[in-house]
């Protein structure tokens, strides 16, 4: 039973070293730390690996060089198609599915609109990530 709770000890030592060691490729302006941090979207997202939902290099990748975006709500149905900044605006503040994970659908963070300028930071900021 030790030897049980030992490697349990270690593997999740490993895996918080391994979130530790996920720095951005590029600075992050303070605002945009600050409202990232303030919103909780670290317990979902990293910067270049995957945890709960996708890392942010590969979100900025995903969307490279699109226009529009398929917002869909809980249960996966397109409600619709928005310009791609206002349609990631839309899913982070209200949530929806179906884009990276059908298990898995990004939970709502702002569904009342009072952080919306501090969620247009964040996605301005990761759609502006460059190429990995």
């Given at each position: 039973m030790l030897i049980r709770k030992v490697v349990v000890m270690f593997i999740s030592m490993g895996a918080s070293f391994a979130v530790w060691a996920d720095v951005p490729r590029?600075?992050?302006?303070?605002?945009?730390a600050a409202a990232i941090h303030e919103r909780g979207?670290?317990?979902?997202?990293?910067?270049?690996?995957?945890?709960?939902?996708?890392?942010?290099?590969?979100?900025?990748?995903?969307?490279?060089g699109k226009k529009k975006y398929d917002y869909k709500a809980t249960g996966g149905k397109t409600v619709e198609t928005?310009?791609?900044e206002e349609g990631l605006i839309k899913k982070v503040s209200n949530g929806g599915?179906?884009?990276?994970?059908?298990?898995m659908p990004m939970l709502a963070n702002d569904p009342t609109g009072v952080h919306k300028d501090e969620i247009t930071a964040i996605v301005k900021f990761i759609l502006s990530i460059p190429p990995k």
């Amino acid at each position: 039973m030790l030897i049980r709770k030992v490697v349990v000890m270690f593997i999740s030592m490993g895996a918080s070293f391994a979130v530790w060691a996920d720095v951005p490729r590029i600075p992050v302006p303070p605002d945009v730390a600050a409202a990232i941090h303030e919103r909780g979207c670290e317990s979902c997202h990293a910067w270049t690996t995957r945890k709960f939902g996708p890392a942010w290099d590969d979100v900025a990748d995903h969307y490279r060089g699109k226009k529009k975006y398929d917002y869909k709500a809980t249960g996966g149905k397109t409600v619709e198609t928005l310009p791609l900044e206002e349609g990631l605006i839309k899913k982070v503040s209200n949530g929806g599915e179906g884009v990276w994970s059908k298990y898995m659908p990004m939970l709502a963070n702002d569904p009342t609109g009072v952080h919306k300028d501090e969620i247009t930071a964040i996605v301005k900021f990761i759609l502006s990530i460059p190429p990995k």
